[in-house]
């Protein structure tokens, strides 16, 4: 029996174990461009080193020898990435689709089994689109399940992206989905609802007792336009009950993420501890220099504020397009006054069939270059995390998280989209093989 069968019979043992098939002792990654992450211009052609499953060498092709029996994958003249970075998604939740049912449907009708098997369905497309780590910023009423998710991927029974999970979110009472049912009846809810600080305190402790990475809470909820047409959101955690939080989740060796949109409820979230604003629609000149001053992380998600606008003329067709003109303003002044920003989609309110580098795209179209895009979803997402160095760039001692794509993304941000080779901790996991004329099939 040859080597090959050999081969074949340990992959597929390892895959009914759940383990993941066996990485080659050394492989070499060839392409005929680099863009490494740091923010550093292309250079290329390269070969990158890989061993058990990190980078041990990124070097001139010309100038590289590669080992015996090395592992040997050829890009061509394709431009090789770091692995990307979402530091805001919803495995479980799938676009709030009228024709589905909405949001509502998802929680209401749908086994958690079922939103667990859709979830995993989104993992690996997040995977195949480079995307070779996700922030999971709730379930949306599934519980733990990202928990279970996550495990799953670890253990190798599942392919998808690295995981840092919030569990639950927090929120209060009136200040989360479902909502609009007879109050003698009870629904569920998307996050975890707490009044008062030593409730506040408890659920923080529950969701890092079961395996949360980061606590995520919700400061803002509802959101409506006053009789000038200015943008006003509905505050919820009180700054006793946030801190509560922050002070639980800092003494674990953890960081909170804050859902605030603007006003009241944005001012207590910078106030408050929190260590990423997510969204942050509208933002005034003291609070972006605050941010900026804290040294804290804005995750502005910007695609999904563009889309599934409601009528224009109606209360709340006005109020989703002013959302996103304020947005575009808070966006361009945090960028300008160097506020760390880190790239965010919020996908599953997009759904999960759907590009996530379309954000991408925003981003540039609102001022970043694309160097400072891309960045933004590698050395930047991954110092959020607290990640630097290992995660988000192509160097020596890094994971071997790599992606590539055809052309130049500096050139032509949207090459980002598709995507030609992904590979995670050392192992090739999606790739397109190359026709005879050397383009991507």
């Not at 066996?22 to 060839?30: D, L, N, R």
């Not at 929680?107 to 480079?130: C, D, I, M, N, Y």
């Not at 975890?192 to 079961?210: C, S, T, W, Y």
Request: aromatic share 6%.
């Amino acid at each position: 029996m040859n080597r090959a069968w050999w081969m074949a019979c340990a992959v597929l043992t390892a895959s009914l174990a759940g383990a993941a098939p066996p990485v080659p002792a050394v492989t070499v990654v060839y392409a005929g461009h680099l863009i490494d992450g740091t923010g550093a211009p292309p250079r290329g052609p390269v070969a990158v080193e890989i061993r058990a499953g990190h980078i041990s060498a990124v070097v001139d092709r010309a100038r590289y020898v590669a080992p015996a029996g090395v592992q040997v994958v050829d890009l061509g003249a394709a431009t090789l990435l770091p692995g990307l970075i979402d530091t805001h998604t919803h495995l479980f939740l799938q676009g709030e689709v009228p024709e589905e049912g909405g949001y509502d449907a998802q929680l209401l009708k749908h086994p958690q089994s079922f939103r667990a098997a859709r979830a995993v369905v989104s993992a690996r497309r997040a995977l195949e689109q480079g995307f070779t780590t996700l922030r999971d910023l709730e379930t949306e009423g599934a519980g733990y399940g990202d928990v279970g998710i996550k495990e799953a991927i670890e253990a190798g029974y599942i392919e998808g992206p690295r995981l840092f999970v919030v569990t639950r979110a927090i929120s209060t009472t009136g200040g989360y989905p479902l909502e609009g049912y007879a109050p003698e009846i009870n629904v569920p809810k998307g996050a975890q609802l707490i009044d008062g600080p030593v409730a506040a305190r408890k659920a923080a402790r529950e969701q890092l007792d079961n395996g949360a990475d980061w606590i995520k809470v919700y400061m803002t909820h509802r959101s409506w336009l006053d009789a000038a047409g200015h943008l006003v959101t509905q505050p919820t955690l009180t700054l006793e009950e946030l801190r509560a939080i922050t002070d639980e989740t800092h003494g674990w060796g953890r960081k909170v993420a804050c859902h605030a949109y603007n006003g009241i409820g944005l001012q207590r979230a910078l106030d408050g501890g929190c260590d990423s604003i997510e969204h942050g629609l509208e933002m005034t000149d003291a609070q972006i220099a605050q941010l900026k001053r804290m040294d804290l992380w804005y995750v502005p998600t910007l695609a999904v504020y563009y889309r599934d606008w409601d009528p224009a003329g109606t209360p709340s067709g006005e109020r989703d397009r002013v959302r996103a003109a304020v947005h575009a303003v808070t966006f361009q002044k945090a960028l300008a006054a160097g506020v760390k920003i880190a790239f965010g989609t919020d996908m599953g309110g997009i759904p999960w069939n759907e590009p996530i580098a379309q954000e991408f795209d925003r981003e540039v179209a609102l001022g970043m270059t694309p160097m400072q895009a891309i960045q933004s979803a590698t050395t930047k997402a991954a110092e959020l995390l607290g990640q630097a160095g290992t995660l988000g760039v192509v160097a020596p001692g890094a994971l071997a998280d790599l992606m590539a794509v055809d052309g130049d993304p500096l050139a032509d941000i949207a090459r980002l989209a598709q995507v030609r080779f992904v590979m995670k901790n050392g192992q090739v996991v999606h790739q397109h093989v190359l026709s005879a004329d050397g383009a991507s099939r």
